[in-house]
């Protein structure tokens, strides 16, 4: 029985106290092996061999948001095992650096979200976490407090 294991890179997108919200294409989660049911993203995917993992995740933003960023601390881990394949998922904060949202294919429309948004969403409870952990790090950084 043929095992495979993987690394992929998720960045939360802080700029000006909003957070980066993606929402995937149709034909994307159709092709999906690991998660075809999931509507909501973040900018970033699979590490190639030899990559360093911020030089795959700034790799990954440019191409699917077109944005260039400032990679911070990682802020999760998840462990997604299934049908014989292993993903890690690192996700890291990151800080808008310059560039407009210009979306891949993979994306069909995106949203800068507030705390309160946030909050508010119908978004899934790990991704709420995540960017609520990115924005309140990113206000930390803000305040000078570090």
């Given amino acids: 029985m043929k095992r495979d294991f993987a690394i992929a890179v998720k960045a939360v997108i802080v700029k000006e106290g909003k957070v980066l919200v993606l929402s995937r294409s149709r034909d994307e989660m159709e092709c999906s092996y690991m998660n075809n049911h999931q509507k909501w993203d973040l900018p970033g995917g699979g590490l190639h061999f030899y990559e360093r993992s911020q030089d795959g995740l700034q790799r990954e933003i440019k191409e699917e948001t077109n944005l ?31 560039g407009e949202v210009v979306l891949s294919s993979e994306h069909e429309s995106y949203s800068w979200m507030s705390e309160e948004e946030v909050c508010a969403s119908m978004l899934p409870s790990w991704m709420k976490r995540d960017l609520l952990r990115a924005l309140a790090r990113d206000a930390y950084m803000i305040d000078g407090k570090q």
Avoid: A, M
């Fill in 68 to 98: 260039q960023v400032f990679v911070g601390e990682p802020i999760s881990l998840f462990d997604v095992i299934k049908n014989h394949i292993h993903l890690c998922i690192f996700t890291y904060s990151c800080r808008w650096k310059e």
